[in-house]
């Protein structure tokens, strides 16, 4: 299993929670804080926090898609 | 645990749901909704669905694909009218009982409202779907609650060329949230967008041409919207032995009895982080502590205590605000970056000396985020 994120740009409400819980999959635009994802393939060792990261979000805007 | 039974299937119910799956549950699990809608998300509802820049579509927080993958008993568009704790029963408004041996309550609030008819209020997306029909340029609307929702919906309206009245019982919106300093920020930009904010005014009822004030007066208007707080869903568990106190009472593992537990707006619990017992209606806190919920409800001997940092956004014309913290309790207000005359600053709440949230408008994400640091660190 290899997990995929897709950020729905448009929805993110910039809250930073998921930079928080996942800060080496996920940063935040300095002008308006719209969330980066600087690692979309993260690895096993990272999924735990990036479910937690997408549960998180106040905007639902992490998608995860597990293949 | 044989049979799961979820009662609300908005964001605490469904993230309550998820997660019993996600930690292994491979039992029954029933997730019973009110709504006829599958699981939606709220927050747009008073900002992108009523300036119809969404279509409900949007909203949908599952694609019914990742719902079959969670192996449910759906039970949309039927609500729970009783909750039987010694025969572990769940009756529903369509005559059956559902048993649980694990139980997570998770019915969420409804809005209060005034005396009177004919008044939109702002919880379900038919509600929004409502009020966006009707609003448009030269239409007269009349916010009562200048409260986060009903500042959004104002904002809104005024977007859509409405003429927009405002309607506010306290001296300054927002004061007990905020503090005078930034509610009075809040008012002032309502106003330089044209909204004719009334504060100090107390309606009593709603009628077919608008408001009535208490005093008498008349506020004529073409739709009138009501956002004065809402009601926790708990007539159900009426007689059912269960502590009610605006919110199911429960201890800081956000169980309410054995094997019961409260997630969402309808939960009141203690936050020993703050060492307060609260009640949080905020789109985040509903899926935190559904998580939390459904965790402890599988794992009841190693439960973890529910203390989140609650948080909150609000859109309202061009300004993001946004905070951290658990801001009620405070005692002083300092501005610690930027300036309230700029629109950009954060503010620092405090108690007794304390750090105990945060509120920031159009500052940085790392201006930020050294604060909400401090927040998590800042001893109780």
């Known amino acids: ?67 | 645990m044989k049979e799961a039974v979820v009662v609300g299937a908005s964001a605490a119910g469904l993230a309550a749901a998820e997660t019993l799956r996600r930690q292994g549950y491979a039992g029954k699990l029933t997730l019973i909704g009110e709504e006829l809608a599958a699981p939606y998300d709220r927050p747009p509802l008073s900002k992108q669905i009523l300036a119809s820049q969404w279509e409900p579509d949007r909203l949908v927080l599952r694609t019914e694909i990742e719902l079959a993958a969670l192996d449910l008993d759906l039970r949309l568009g039927v609500g729970a009218t009783g909750l039987d704790l010694a025969g572990r029963t769940v009756a529903l408004a369509d005559g059956t009982r559902v048993p649980y041996d694990g139980l997570v309550i998770a019915t969420g609030v409804r809005p209060r409202r005034l005396p009177g008819q004919g008044a939109h209020v702002m919880r379900t997306v038919d509600d929004a779907l409502a009020l966006r029909k009707r609003l448009g340029p030269g239409r007269r609307l009349v916010v009562v609650g200048a409260g986060f929702l009903g500042a959004e919906s104002a904002a809104v309206a005024r977007g859509l060329g409405c003429d927009v009245v405002l309607l506010e019982p306290a001296p300054v919106p927002l004061a007990h949230a905020v503090g005078t300093q930034v509610g009075q920020v809040f008012a002032e930009v309502h106003r330089e967008h044209g909204v004719d904010l009334r504060t100090g005014v107390a309606v009593s009822a709603v009628t077919e041409s608008g408001v009535r004030l208490a005093d008498g007066t008349l506020v004529e208007a073409d739709e009138v919207l009501v956002a004065v707080g809402s009601i926790p869903n708990t007539a159900w568990l009426d007689g059912s032995g269960l502590t009610v106190a605006d919110g199911v009472v429960c201890d800081e593992f956000s169980a309410a009895a054995p094997d019961v537990y409260a997630a969402g707006d309808v939960a009141r619990w203690h936050n020993p982080r703050f060492g307060e017992t609260m009640r949080v209606e905020h789109r985040t806190n509903a899926a935190e502590q559904g998580m939390a919920a459904a965790r402890n409800l599988l794992h009841p001997g190693e439960g973890k205590p529910f203390d989140p940092i609650p948080y909150f956004w609000s859109d309202q014309y061009d300004m993001k605000i946004q905070a951290y913290g658990y801001l009620r309790g405070h005692d002083s207000v300092e501005i610690v970056d930027g300036a309230l005359a700029d629109r950009r600053f954060v503010a620092a709440y405090s108690r007794a000396g304390r750090l105990v949230g945060v509120l920031a408008v159009g500052m940085p994400p790392k201006a930020i985020r050294a604060w909400r640091v401090a927040l998590t660190k800042e001893e109780r």
């Open chain 1, 1 to 67: 299993m290899s997990m995929r994120i897709e950020l729905d740009e448009p929805k993110c409400v910039a809250a930073g929670q998921c930079v928080m819980v996942a800060p080496d999959v996920f940063d935040q635009r300095d002008e308006d804080g719209v969330a980066i994802v600087l690692d979309a393939e993260p690895g096993p060792e990272q999924e735990d926090e990036v479910r937690e990261a997408a549960a998180v979000c106040p905007a639902a805007a992490i998608k995860l898609v597990e293949r």
